[in-house]
């Protein structure tokens, strides 16, 4: 029993979730609260993907599928995982998992031991962290700097590696900054990985539809040099709106990918059948909801930078992906997450403390564009009004 304790007192949670709880109490109140802080789109699940979802339910599809999941669905990952990045990858090495928390929960369970390092974006997803304690490996921050762009360095990511370095995760476009990284400093990191061949990645790229200002995706899947150790997380939630459904994929290097459908099995089993159904119309269905939603998030995101510089002792960089801002809020006054309270509670405003992402995210708050033009125009009318009348306590 005190081994269960101890591992389970190392866990963190995220703390978007716990925000969202108490941004929903205050509206209960009778509160008027515009969330700005949690990471979801704002765009229902399109149509036609919601019509196959009820198709497979309506023909019969209730029971188990197979673990690593329906052929169809992984099928159609290999296939859109060529059409986006040219690059050749067989269905049986795609996972189907419930998620995409489930590939890093799988990925870090892998490596993650007493004695190993493990590498992770620091600001970023809170659940890197959380997993690499639990499992009782040391985890080693990468350090994502603002005067970076966001974009991991490839020479100061090298510079941390170790003879114990067994597992790096990369992120990119970012959550929570928006970072992306461009496909130079991406080929240095991969050259400089050839010196490593003990170090497997983690390339979480859930985000790597979502890009602007002329920027490319470029994935971790395109270097042949590391896909014999290279995992690949993507899924549909937030491509394609479906954070509700549970529905993601990975990609896995033969050694690693039975060891992947042993933990599903002991885990989850497998996804929702009709869940992964609707996967199959989302990848091969028309891509018009994806572009029209990025457009969308593209002119929010201009709002949003060009708001928050407008803000007393706020500055904010252009984010190049995903569908967050991560502004600099130091010259406030305010501690980042005193601050992120006082506008939820004050102003009416849920974002996000920037030490929720890690301890480099101090000086910083997270705000999520995935809400509508109006709510955000407001939300940035009240921020200026609360620092323009709160000083820090």
Request: aromatic residues 8%; proline residues 7%.
């Amino acid at each position: 029993m005190t081994a269960i304790v101890s591992a389970f007192s190392r866990i963190g949670e995220e703390n978007a979730f716990a925000v969202l709880a108490r941004a929903t109490e205050l509206e209960r109140q009778g509160r008027d609260i515009i969330n700005l802080g949690i990471g979801q789109p704002d765009f229902p699940t399109p149509a036609h993907i919601v019509e196959a979802g009820i198709k497979a339910l309506c023909d019969g599809h209730h029971g188990y599928t197979p673990a690593t999941g329906i052929l169809p669905l992984r099928e159609a990952v290999a296939a859109d995982l060529h059409r986006r990045f040219a690059v050749e990858v067989s269905p049986d090495s795609v996972m189907i998992v419930p998620g995409g928390k489930v590939t890093m929960f799988m990925a870090i369970l892998m490596f993650g031991e007493p004695g190993a390092e493990i590498l992770y974006p620091d600001p970023g997803f809170p659940i890197y962290r959380s997993m690499i304690e639990f499992t009782g490996a040391t985890p080693v921050p990468v350090p994502i700097r603002e005067s970076n762009g966001f974009a991991f360095s490839a020479a100061e990511t090298l510079s941390l590696i170790t003879p114990r370095t067994r597992l790096l995760i990369l992120n990119s476009p970012a959550n929570p900054t928006g970072g992306v990284t461009p496909k130079a400093e991406i080929d240095a990191l991969v050259a400089g990985l050839g010196a490593h061949p003990q170090v497997a990645i983690l390339s979480d790229e859930i985000y790597g539809t979502m890009t602007y200002d002329g920027e490319t995706h470029v994935s971790l899947l395109s270097y042949p040099e590391i896909r014999d150790r290279l995992i690949y997380l993507d899924g549909a939630s937030k491509t394609y709106a479906m954070t509700g459904w549970r529905l993601g994929w990975s990609v896995w290097p033969k050694p690693l990918y039975d060891a992947a459908r042993k933990l599903a099995v002991n885990s989850h089993s497998c996804v929702n059948a009709a869940t992964q159904w609707a996967g199959v119309e989302a990848l091969q269905g028309s891509q018009d909801c994806v572009r029209q939603m990025v457009e969308v998030f593209d002119r929010r995101r201009k709002l949003v930078v060009e708001g928050l510089n407008g803000l007393l002792g706020v500055s904010c960089i252009t984010p190049k992906g995903a569908f967050y801002a991560f502004p600099n809020v130091t010259d406030t006054g305010w501690k980042a997450k005193p601050l992120a309270s006082a506008l939820l509670e004050e102003a009416g405003v849920a974002v996000i403390g920037g030490p929720d992402f890690g301890i480099h995210g101090e000086g910083y708050i997270r705000l999520s564009y995935a809400n509508s033009e109006e709510n955000i125009a407001r939300a940035l009318e009240r921020m200026g009004e609360f620092l323009s009348r709160r000083k820090a306590a």
